[in-house]
């Protein structure tokens, strides 16, 4: 288990390969109150940054064995640790490297020789901006819980409210009595706030769970057959095809969370078939991505498609998109953001690829466990 940093300046990981480099870096950040954790190697960066999150990294880039940049791209892979700030060390030869650190997720890199005033400075201003942004999420954590505290006590008063408009309709208003009218709309404006709340209550549900996930390697074929077989007697009732064209035996395991992930693909399956007239195809097909570290498992349907303004606002939380489903089936208009949340935390990514009158498809890229 991570545990959070402390410390007056913030804490610090420094890692370089000489120790004489580890020291010097080290007295000068101790001296202006920041805790300092080191690591002369990457292998045992990383093994630091399992035991204590710090609220920077400031990381040689050349090493022996796992150098820098391969140490950048294990913590922006790692969820616990993607959004940690990471100042790379450099010598003044190293700038095309140094570049291509940018590229990998760093944040800032600094030349060596450094001048001290400058370390000093870029590390005092993203420590500054890491605990900056950890405390927005604890006041918008704080805020999310007293919405869904909220929420929740307004269920029944708002229950009360329909019921008794209900027991007057059901007592013989009928139109044109105006009275009627003004029932009618009472109702009207509990169902939805009901649904609101509802939704949101669901969405807190689904937050909570992503702080639970179990990362381990999830095998493709058990994880897509099992969604198959949940969704065939859905798609058979719409005369639907539900199939998977990849051979998933020959695909290596993926690093995810078993149930959160069949979660996901059955959200965009379902998807599929609720959204696809009768008689056509919903595929499911799998390989690697074009990132060979990484394989994409993607679900294709041959429905009306979707207009370029409903693909900006599909993965956005109660968001109505102008597609409707083709059986009258029912939308929340939640799944695609929770399930956009779920990939994120395992490490992966979600968008799609849609127009109108040409099918939509959706995909998932994972890490190779």
């Not at 493709?220 to 998977?244: F, S, Y």
Request: aromatic content about 4%; overall charge negative.
């Amino acid at each position: 288990m991570i545990r959070a940093a402390s410390g007056h300046g913030g804490v610090v990981l420094v890692v370089d390969d000489l120790p004489r480099n580890v020291q010097l870096v080290g007295s000068i950040l101790t001296r202006k109150g920041y805790e300092v954790l080191f690591a002369t190697s990457g292998e045992m960066a990383l093994e630091r940054l399992e035991a204590r999150l710090p609220d920077l990294v400031l990381l040689d880039l050349m090493m022996p064995g796992m150098d820098g940049l391969e140490v950048c791209r294990r913590i922006k892979k790692d969820p616990r640790t993607l959004h940690l700030p990471i100042i790379f060390l450099t010598a003044a030869n190293e700038s095309e490297l140094a570049a291509r650190a940018l590229s990998e997720g760093a944040v800032d890199f600094i030349n060596k020789p450094f001048n001290t005033g400058e370390l000093l400075a870029r590390v005092r201003t993203h420590v500054d901006l890491k605990r900056t942004r950890d405390e927005l999420e604890r006041i918008i954590a704080q805020k999310n819980e007293l919405m869904s505290a909220v929420a929740h006590d307004l269920k029944n008063p708002i229950s009360s409210v329909r019921f008794s408009a209900y027991m007057l309709r059901d007592e013989g208003l009928k139109a044109p009595d105006p009275r009627a009218e003004l029932v009618d709309t009472i109702m009207e404006s509990c169902d939805g706030l009901l649904k609101f709340i509802q939704e949101r209550l669901e969405r807190d549900a689904a937050e909570a769970g992503l702080s639970q996930l179990q990362l381990e390697p999830v095998d493709l074929a058990e994880a897509v057959g099992q969604i198959l077989r949940m969704n065939l007697a859905t798609a058979h009732a719409k005369d639907q095809r539900l199939e998977c064209v990849s051979d998933l035996a020959a695909l290596p395991a993926v690093r995810a969370d078993f149930h959160a992930f069949g979660q996901v693909l059955g959200n965009l399956v379902s998807n599929a078939i609720k959204f696809s007239p009768s008689g056509k195809a919903v595929r499911i097909e799998a390989g690697f991505d074009e990132d060979p570290g990484r394989l994409r498992v993607s679900v294709h349907d041959e429905g009306p498609g979707l207009t370029p303004e409903d693909v900006s606002n599909l993965f956005k939380p109660y968001q109505r998109l102008s597609a409707r489903p083709t059986g009258g089936e029912s939308s929340t208009g939640l799944g695609l953001s929770i399930a956009r949340d779920m990939i994120n935390a395992m490490g992966g990514t979600i968008d799609c690829d849609s127009e109108p009158g040409r099918g939509a498809s959706f995909w998932i890229t994972l890490p190779v466990a």
